[in-house]
Structure formats: C-alpha cells, structure tokens
C-alpha cells in the first residue's frame, strides 16, 4: 500500500501522544521516523518504530529526558543523554555542534548515556541544510566479529559524513558491517553482494543466514574492523561514556555514546571558491566509466534526494501488515 508522508506523520504523532509525550516532542520524533522513511530509509523510520514503542514500554527509553550539558572545554563540550529519545538527542547535540562551529569554526559535542539515534544520516542533513560539513558517530552494542573472529566483539558503529552541495550534499551513512542489521531485517531477496556468514562459515548474500549466526562481514574485512575499534574508543573517550563491550553486559541496546561534529564552511574564506572545489570534484567523479551498461555512477547520498522527490509527490511505499500493526498502537 502507498500512503501521503503527512498520513505516517500523523499516525505517529498519535502514537507517541498516547505514550505520553507532549506534543511538540511528539511532531518532532514523528517528523524524524517519517523523514527517515521518505528518504528511502525505512529500515531506521517506519520499520524500526514498533521496536522505539517497546523500549518505551520496558522504560529503556525515558520520554521526558532531555540531554545535559556536563563539560564545556572551547569548541568541546560533553553532554549527558540522560537515557532520553535518541533522536530528539541527537538533534539537540548537532544543534549544539553547529552553534560551537559558528563561534570557533568548529563545534565537537560528545554525548554519553543515549539511546538509538535511528538514522545518522538525519542529523548529517540537519547540518548541511545550515550550510556546514558534518562529521557524526555512534556505538553500539557488540554486533559484528572481527576479521578472522567467529563471537561478536564489536559494534557496527554508524559514521556519518556530509558535505553541502548545490541544493542538496553528499552524505555519506554507512555502518561498519557491509549491509546494516536493519537492511538485512528489512531485505526480501537476497544480497547483492556477501554480506556475512551462514551456519558452515561460509560467505553468503542470505541475509537470513546471517541474522542467525550473527557473523555480518566487516566493510573492507581487516579494515572495518580498525574502523569499528577506534570509532568505539574515540566516542568512549570523548563523551566518557560505555564502550561496546559495557553496553553489551545488558540485554538491551542502550546507554549508547555519540559524537557530533559540525564545521563552518562560511569561515574557511571566499564561498564561490569552496562551491567550485566541491562542484569541480563531483564532477569529476561523476565522469567515471562505468564498468558495464547497467552501472550508474552515483555520490553518497544522490539516491536519497531521488526517493525523497519520488515519495513526497507520489506517496511512500508501505507494508500493509506493518501499517496495521501501527494503527493498533
């Protein structure tokens, strides 16, 4: 079934009224999962908002929670999530990144003791639309083995990074293992490309076989492994929150630790000379041959302006049974 975005938007905000919310959090948090699903992102919008309600439920999640600010040292601030809605956090520390940048030309806010920030993407989008690079990451609970391992010692650890260009930017949204848990959660046909292992230990593109060894592949084998690491350390360190290994002692995904990074491009000098660099690079790229007559050559991000465009004049694609499920909430 196909709904208008405004519909979901509505749905949702009712929802989280009856949860208890006030009102202005709950338009806030339900414009997030609907944007999220209207990018194209559903696996971290509409699919994933069944799951926020049960965290609500078990108290994971405290509704009337906002985050508080622990520590300011110049462009560096740590703040505390008090265990709040990931969203409304997040949005509230890259707000706070942003006004750092605007008065040192970078704003760094490290944010301990949160929850799921669902799409990274979203607070990526969030800084662009202001004019300014981004750079934001998380941890999470111990998700994904490391190269050569079989157990689960790492997080798949989204990082974040955006560029403003032209109407729109280049964001770049990935996790560290090669197709996100919410892809493979949400995926009907198999993978494109190996995403994991199966029960033998061999690679496969089921992603059904993967969610139940829980053995996902790490982006770049040895190297997303790395990357996953020092993400994890980086936000334990700067926020002084759990790591993976503590967030992963509890039976739940919570008390997360984040990072927010947001850089004023207006203070780097002369704009048309930084709009051409981007635009000359892009175009760059954009002239790769490709390797066959299917391929298109695309920039991070490109498809999700596309899907915006495509859902917003013609509705967004939805599953009936999930939809269902929703309006018995």
Request: aromatic share 6%.
């Amino acid at each position: 079934m196909v709904i208008p975005p405004q519909t979901l938007e509505a749905e949702l905000t009712r929802i989280l009224r009856a949860l208890g919310f006030t009102g202005e959090r709950a338009k806030d948090l339900a414009k997030i999962f609907t944007g999220n699903t209207v990018d194209g992102v559903a696996s971290h919008g509409i699919n994933r908002f069944p799951r926020f309600v049960e965290h609500i439920q078990e108290g994971v999640i405290q509704i009337h929670a906002s985050p508080v600010k622990k520590q300011a040292m110049g462009a560096m601030e740590r703040w505390d999530g008090c265990l709040g809605p990931g969203p409304l956090n997040a949005r509230t520390c890259t707000d706070r990144a942003m006004t750092l940048a605007r008065q040192n030309g970078l704003g760094l806010v490290a944010l301990a003791n949160t929850n799921h920030w669902m799409r990274g993407g979203t607070y990526a989008w969030q800084a662009v639309q202001s004019g300014m690079a981004f750079i934001g990451w998380t941890n999470t609970t111990a998700n994904m083995p490391a190269w050569g391992a079989k157990d689960c010692r790492l997080g798949n650890n989204p990082l974040v990074l955006a560029v403003p260009y032209e109407t729109e930017a280049i964001v770049l949204d990935m996790a560290m293992t090669q197709f996100s848990y919410g892809t493979m959660e949400s995926a009907h046909l198999p993978l494109p490309l190996p995403g994991g292992y199966d029960a033998q230990g061999q690679l496969t593109c089921d992603p059904k076989e993967i969610l139940a060894t829980k053995r996902p592949l790490p982006i770049g084998y040895w190297k997303g492994t790395g990357l996953s690491l020092l993400l994890d350390l980086l936000a334990t360190l700067l926020s002084g929150g759990q790591s993976t290994s503590q967030i992963s002692t509890k039976d739940r995904e919570y008390g997360v630790s984040q990072v927010f990074i947001a850089l004023d491009l207006s203070q780097l000098g002369e704009q048309s000379a930084l709009t051409q660099a981007v635009h000359q690079i892009i175009e760059d790229y954009s002239q790769s041959m490709p390797a066959s007559e299917t391929n298109t050559i695309i920039y991070p991000g490109q498809r999700v302006v596309q899907r915006r465009q495509d859902h917003l004049k013609n509705g967004i694609p939805v599953d009936r049974s999930l939809w269902e499920t929703l309006q018995k909430l």
